[in-house]
């Protein structure tokens, strides 16, 4: 898919018209037709502005291989790292330092039960022994 197909699916995902587009980002709605319909390509600013109002990359907008919806590159999350405060920069490390230590914590405990279970197999084991010697 290229720019055009990936800017009508984007406006019409959420039902807008080239007009509601137009208004949301200041770019006019000829012009909006223009780009849908490849006769002319936006500057890198008004690029910027589409991506700004559908929330994603520039690499997202103008992607020409097929991805699946709700999938996210690394250009999608770099381009939305670059555009937080740094308040929530230091929001997003702690919930990032959470989830890393949840996982660890996750790890550490199914470790324990996978040992656990090898322990009461092996008692099971034992007992089955040790009832077949009586």
Same mark, same amino acid.
């Given at each position: 898919m290229?720019?055009? !197909? ?7 995902? $959420?039902?807008w018209?080239?007009?509601? *587009? /137009?208004i949301k980002?200041?770019i006019n709605?000829?012009?909006l037709? /223009?780009?849908e ?5 936006p500057n890198?600013? !008004? &690029? &910027?502005? *589409?991506c700004?109002v559908?929330d994603?990359s ?7 291989? =097929? $991805?699946e919806?709700?999938?996210i /590159?690394i250009?999608?999350?770099l381009f939305?790292i670059?555009?937080l !405060?740094l308040?929530e920069?230091?929001?997003l490390?702690?919930?990032i330092n959470?989830?890393i230590?949840?996982? =660890?914590? *996750?790890i /550490?405990v199914m470790?324990q039960k996978e040992?656990l279970e090898r322990?009461l197999?092996?008692?099971k084991?034992?007992i089955?022994? *040790?009832?077949?010697?009586?």
């Open positions: 290229g720019f055009a !197909e990936n800017l009508i699916k984007m406006r019409k995902q $959420r039902g018209t080239q007009v509601d *587009l /137009s980002t200041g709605p000829k012009t037709s /223009s780009y319909n490849e006769r002319t390509e890198l600013g !008004e &690029v &910027v502005k *589409l700004k559908f994603c520039i690499a997202y907008l103008t992607d020409t291989k =097929e $991805r919806p709700g999938d /590159s250009e999608d999350i939305k670059n555009i !405060e308040s920069l230091r929001m490390q702690k919930r959470d989830t230590f949840n996982k =660890e914590q *996750l /550490s470790k040992s322990q197999e092996e008692c084991t034992l089955n022994t *040790l009832q077949g010697d009586k």
